[in-house]
């Protein structure tokens, strides 16, 4: 059964700050809660999010990181993907981490619409996980012009193969067994493979 690791906790936000009685960097729709609990929907929740929003400053990129829950390493590694549904003005960068090693990075582009992203990793890069309960999702965000934004409506990593693989392909032992077959005053040694 395919595996999800979702967002569970806030690593980390690196720009956000309120000026004029708006809202600059990374914040959640209801500022109160935590970014996370707003991407983590097993079901895309539109009227749940978080955003960036540029103040156009001569800054570097700004990252909101999360963590995401644990989940077995799959016995596909060609099956994992990451999944994020955005909707922005300026390009986002999203980087997933196992720890502090970086296995993917790219770009959203511009979205003027809702739009859901399907990032495959190759299975070199899913191999070098080496700790599946230690993932997280950057989000990283900046434009010069002000009012710039990014919206992320939901976010997760699918592992759509079966847990404990391994990073190997599964294989099958065949048993051979000697069937002894009556044929009257006869009998016939048969060899027979049969896979459990």
Known sequence: MPQYARPDSDLSISYRYTYSGLKWGWWASTSTDD???????????????????????????????????????PSDLSSVSIRVRVQNTVN????????????????????????????TLTSTEAGNITDWSDLRLWFGCWDTTRFQTCYIYQAYLEAAGDSGGGGSSETTDKKTFNIVKDMGSEFNLISVDMCP
Do not use: H, P
């Open 35 to 73: 970014l996370y609990e707003k991407i983590d929907e097993a079901v895309a929740d539109d009227s749940d999010y978080i955003y960036f929003r540029s103040d156009g400053g001569d800054n570097d990129i700004q990252w909101y990181k999360s963590t995401l829950s644990d989940i077995d390493e």
């Open 92 to 119: 986002c960068n999203i980087r997933l981490y196992d720890g502090s090693t970086l296995i993917k990075s790219f770009y959203t582009s511009t979205n003027g619409s809702k739009t859901n992203i399907d990032t």
